[in-house]
Nanobody, 122 residues
Framework: QVQLVESGGGSVQAGGSLRLSCAASGRTFSEYHMAWFRQAPGKERELVAAIHRSGSNTYYVDFVKDRFTISRDNAKNTVNLEMNSLKPEDTAVYYC???????????????WGQGTQVTVSS
């Protein structure tokens, strides 16, 4: 198993930037694909970005392409989400997630952090 703890959320004005971090416990971090999801009030949780266990491949949903960047450091057991040009519609609780298996560009992740709030004001 892996335990995940997010940090870095907060409040920012539209057009601003935030960097989310997720720290994972355990010695097998490099065996897990990692992803960031978000859930806005009244909406379902949705995949935002994902990264292959090796860090060699990434995936972004259309509404964050060219604005968000996912990265990982397998030596430090961390995954980050750099968010630029933030919009009010990016307001949500952001969750870090992990899964094993062959696929990473999917929504079926197995392990979840507690979430961190991101609020973007206009």
């Amino acid at each position: 198993q892996v335990q995940l703890v997010e940090s870095g959320g907060g409040s920012v004005q539209a057009g601003g930037s935030l960097r989310l971090s997720c720290a994972a416990s355990g010695r097998t971090f490099s065996e897990y694909h990692m992803a960031w999801f978000r859930q806005a009030p009244g909406k379902e949780r949705e995949l935002v970005a994902a990264i292959h266990r090796s860090g060699s491949n990434t995936y972004y949903v259309d509404f964050v392409k060219d604005r968000f960047t996912i990265s990982r450091d397998n030596a430090k057991n961390t995954v980050n989400l750099e968010m630029n040009s933030l919009k009010p519609e990016d307001t949500a609780v952001y969750y870090c997630a992990a899964r094993k298996g062959a696929l990473f560009r999917i929504s079926a992740y197995d392990y979840w952090g507690q979430g961190t709030q991101v609020t973007v004001s206009s």
